[in-house]
């Protein structure tokens, strides 16, 4: 019904809108902010002036310098390069969780969701399973077995992750599962891979994809306390959950060493969820934010008379 | 060549419904229940009748969208109830479904072209191209809404290029569901206007399902009347419009607003709503609320009976 | 006779991702005491939008009002919500298109219209509860005591709408704005509903404003109808008169674009182009790109309403004579 107040007109309707744009101040604020994480932890190698390993014995819990831009941990090495380096740690880490939960969970969601009977029992009831243990214990206990390191934090976390991406996928599966198209798809004679993967999965991907924004975040969070309980990242490699562990005992002494890797943490979890939820906003109709009247004809009037003008 | 195109004789579709209660017995919706019809080559068949009759799910019997509880189906001569899987892919290409909502019956994410294209690559169709441009002047489109998505188009323009889906495999029978229900009053008569041409280009035999009586009888070779999963009256059009025998369409043809306002309607309101399809009544299914009810109708099911010219009615007090 | 409802003017824009859409630019309508008038035309031509505008159910940030819709003399549009709520369901009321939607499926039916009576009238539970019966037996729901206690998923659809109904007269309001109430039922129920509302409207003298893209029903119940598009009432007439020869190309073409006049398999008539992007407000006739009588002085101005006799109006510069040949 709104395409027919927007006019069928076969020649081409813009794609593009005019107004409900993805990049409102505080998504582009955030974006900003995890680009430039991400380009700072990508080159960490080029932009760090020490190597974060590097001891300074003499050097030891200094304050921020001219030499030192965060000052030192308590082994004399230089906080800022190991930021940077735990940041490559951890956001590289936090990506391979949420690839590993995709991988394994969004197939397992979509055949669920579109065969049904017993192949959709069977994986509804492992991933209750899993779902039954607290997350993180549940992580606690896959790197314990499997032997503490960073590459197996990853791989427990992300075997954590997959029975909610499972079932976010299950369900909207179900839900196009209904829809006409899909009938139309059947009769023209598809085959189910087809279908669950080229038709259905298109079409449910836009939710997927907020929610692993917001599983990018809680992936940092969770590496970090699985670091901070010594369970992920092994010292001497630098991770922002491991350097809030080391930095505890010097709180008094120089807060610094655990405050800034708590800082940053927060900021890079923050700047992602609210990025998450302006893309949700942008991708849902419903909840976009427009402008209003007074405010669209200022900017409309304004940039006609520009065109004038000019 | 006399072989209906599709035929179906005694055609039962149940469908279990879950149960509330563990204990409960397990109760069934009697969608179809004991339809026989045939149709033959380069015909219109028209099923009409109110939503929950029956005639949906008969479509999608037929096009075997849907497993068969009883009764055969016969697609030009040969048995494809029981077909399953693999088995069914060769009859898919012959018997093609257009949907009622043009919106929902294309992938949302897909564009027009991709689509098309996907249509022949599947199977193996060969010069797409040709075949895809042939069409679409067939439908009275250009070229540029092979870029468009779905949501860029009209319901007038998606439900052509539906039309036009269903017509690259060329197939031998197409069941239409309501096409039109879902369009504009001048769009309908442009879909319309369409089919009657295409019917002779392509002398396409289809099944037309309908609600609204007036389109029906403007496009169909014969027509069908359902109510409650049965067929209650069958004749030729013209035959058909020109002598109402069966009560339920009488009450059906008379509570269509006439455009006439002058004329002083005889029109006959039933009472109550339909009963249920999974509690069905014991005898005629429409005793219930027929005006002309009489205690024998109760008893037993009408059978359907040629009553002459090719005119099947099931009722006993005809 | 003074009007019931009078709109003039009015204009609603909305704003959407794609810039301002003018919906309605400049509806003139006038509903009578007493009298069915409906409101015809396609999809997106506005004929929601004037209903909805009357009960003013916009969403105030994303709509913007303007023009005039004078209810018993009083102007709508500069109501305070407060004083508006008091008008809507008491003064005019509503029922839409989907019952099964509009109906809250967690309390009974009897509940439900006793809570509408409360909320206006501040009576008694036990007095609401009678009001409800004696509501559902006028709408035909018997028997009222054993069905007021059903919830509305135990409903059929056409019940459903009656219920819808039960609520909307329950205050006995003077106008009801019927949108749509019978396109999501079947051709029987939809007879039922028809039958009803009329007598709703004899007896209780009620004006009913019927929305409808079905001609069929507008013959059948309506007094006057307009005809709408592309934001706009085009044509105003006494519903006879209207079928017999519409005046306005848009309201003839449509009519006879209608199947069930002529012979079985011929061509239907059918309007060429498609209707208009509302993205700015009109400066022209709007059908004139269809319209195969329009020329240059169409293509400049938006004509106004033109008198054709007996109250019956167009808005074409070139109205059709009623035994124009087709």
Redesign the interface.
């Known amino acids: 019904?709104?395409?027919?107040?927007?006019?069928?007109?076969?020649?081409?309707?813009?794609?593009k809108?005019?107004?409900?744009r993805l990049f409102t101040p505080a998504v582009a604020v955030s974006f900003a902010v995890l680009l430039i994480l991400i380009f700072t932890c990508f080159f960490a190698s080029v932009l760090a002036p020490y190597n974060p390993n590097a001891q300074d014995l003499y050097n030891r819990l200094a304050t921020p310098s001219a030499r030192h831009l965060f000052g030192t941990d308590q082994n004399g090495r230089d906080l800022f390069s190991r930021i940077l380096y735990g940041g490559r740690t951890a956001l590289t880490s936090a990506l391979g969780v949420v690839a590993i939960s995709m991988i394994i969970g969004v197939p397992l969601g979509l055949i669920s969701g579109y065969k049904g009977g017993r192949a959709d029992t069977f994986i509804m009831r492992c991933c209750d399973v899993l779902l039954s243990f607290p997350s993180l214990l549940l992580a606690f206990v896959l790197v314990a077995g499997l032997g503490r390191n960073t590459f197996n934090a990853v791989l427990a976390l992300g075997i954590v992750y997959v029975p909610m991406l499972t079932r976010l996928t299950r369900s909207l599966t179900l839900v196009e599962k209904n829809?006409?198209?899909v009938?139309?798809?059947?009769?023209?004679?598809?085959?189910e891979r087809?279908i669950i993967f080229?038709?259905i999965l298109?079409?449910c991907i836009s939710t997927i994809l907020v929610q692993i924004t917001l599983d990018i975040a809680y992936a940092i969070l969770d590496l970090a306390s699985l670091s901070f309980l010594g369970l992920g990242t092994q010292p001497p490699q630098a991770d922002w959950g491991a350097m809030l562990d080391e930095g505890r005992a010097f709180l008094l002494i120089n807060p610094l060493l655990s405050l800034i890797p708590g800082f940053v943490i927060v900021v890079t979890v923050v700047a992602l969820n609210i990025f998450s939820d302006g893309l949700h906003q942008y991708l849902d109709?419903a909840q976009?934010a427009?402008?209003?009247?007074r405010k669209?004809?200022r900017k409309?009037l304004k940039k006609k008379e520009v065109e004038t003008d000019g | 060549m006399n072989t209906p195109v599709i035929q179906t004789e005694k055609l039962v579709k149940e469908f279990p419904i879950a149960s509330k209660a563990l204990r409960e017995k397990k109760k069934l919706l009697h969608a179809v229940n004991d339809v026989s019809i045939s149709v033959p080559k380069g015909g219109i068949f028209g099923v009409v009748g109110e939503s929950g009759c029956g005639k949906s799910t008969l479509g999608r019997c037929l096009l075997r969208l849907e497993t068969i509880t009883g009764g055969s189906v016969r697609f030009q001569g040969r048995d494809i109830t029981a077909l399953s899987g693999k088995n069914l892919l060769p009859l898919r290409r012959k018997m093609q479904m257009i949907f009622q909502n043009p919106y929902s019956s294309f992938n949302p994410k897909q564009k027009i072209g991709s689509a098309l294209a996907e249509v022949c690559k599947v199977h193996k169709i060969p010069q797409a191209q040709e075949n895809i441009s042939q069409l679409l002047s067939d439908i009275n489109l250009t070229e540029d809404v092979l870029h468009r998505a779905p949501g860029e188009l009209s319901g007038g323009q998606l439900q052509r290029l539906a039309i036009a889906r269903a017509l690259l495999l060329a197939p031998d029978f197409i069941v239409a569901d309501e096409p039109v229900s879902a369009l504009d009053v001048s769009v309908q008569a442009q879909i319309l206007n369409l089919l009657l041409d295409l019917r002779e280009k392509f002398s396409l035999t289809m099944l037309f399902i309908s609600h609204e009586m007036t389109v029906v009888r403007h496009l169909c070779d014969t027509v069908a009347v359902m109510y409650l999963g049965t067929v209650v009256e069958q004749a030729e059009t013209d035959e058909l419009f020109r002598n109402l025998l069966h009560p339920y369409t009488q009450t059906l043809l008379s509570a269509v607003p006439s455009m006439d306002p002058e004329r002083k309607k005889q029109r006959i309101i039933l009472k109550g709503d339909p009963p249920s399809a999974i509690d069905m009544p014991a005898g005629c299914p429409f005793s219930g609320r027929c005006p002309r009810y009489q205690p024998l109708c109760s008893g037993s099911r009408p059978p359907l009976r040629d009553v002459g010219n090719g005119h099947l009615v099931a009722c006993h007090l005809v | 006779m003074d009007n019931l409802l009078e709109i003039s003017n009015l204009t609603v824009e909305l704003m959407s991702t794609q810039g301002i859409v003018y919906a309605l630019s400049g509806v003139d309508l006038s509903v009578r005491p007493g009298e069915i008038h409906g409101i015809v035309g396609e999809s997106g031509c506005g004929k929601s939008m004037t209903a909805k505008s009357v009960m003013r159910l916009h969403n105030p940030r994303r709509t913007r009002m303007g023009g005039s819709i004078r209810f018993e003399g009083q102007e709508l549009l500069s109501l305070s919500d407060r004083a508006m709520e008091k008008l809507r369901g008491t003064e005019i009321s509503m029922i839409f298109q989907d019952p099964m939607t509009s109906l809250n499926p967690l309390m009974t039916i009897g509940a439900q219209i006793a809570d509408m009576y409360r909320c206006h009238t501040g009576a008694g539970k036990g007095e609401a509860m009678d009001k409800a019966k004696e509501m559902l037996t006028k709408v035909g729901i018997e028997p009222a005591a054993r069905r007021c206690r059903q919830y509305p998923f135990e409903l059929s659809g056409g019940m459903q709408q009656r219920v819808m109904i039960a609520m909307a007269i329950a205050c006995t309001p003077k106008l009801l704005i019927a949108d749509e109430p019978t396109t999501a039922l079947d051709v029987t129920i939809q007879a039922q509903i028809l039958e009803l509302l009329q007598k709703l409207s004899d007896d209780m003298g009620m004006s009913i404003l019927l929305i409808t893209h079905n001609f069929g029903v507008v013959a059948e119940t309506c007094r006057r109808v307009s005809v709408m598009y592309a934001g706009k009432v085009v044509e105003t007439g006494e519903t006879s008169a209207l079928l017999r020869g519409a005046r306005h190309p848009y309201s003839r073409s449509l009519i006879n674009s209608i199947p069930g006049g002529g012979e079985r398999g011929t061509r239907l008539e059918t309007i060429p182009g498609f209707p208009p992007a509302m993205f700015r407000p009109p400066e022209a006739c709007l059908f004139a790109p269809r319209c195969p009588y329009a020329d240059d002085r169409c293509r400049a101005a938006y004509p106004p309403s033109a008198d054709c006799g007996n109250g019956h109006l167009a808005a074409c510069f070139y109205p059709l004579r009623e035994e124009a040949a087709v």
């Open positions: 019904m709104f395409s027919a107040i927007f006019g069928h007109a076969p020649l081409y309707r813009s794609r809108r005019k107004t409900g829809k006409v198209y009938s139309a798809c059947i009769s023209l004679g598809y085959s087809r080229r038709h298109p079409n109709p976009t427009l402008p209003g009247f669209y004809e409309y």
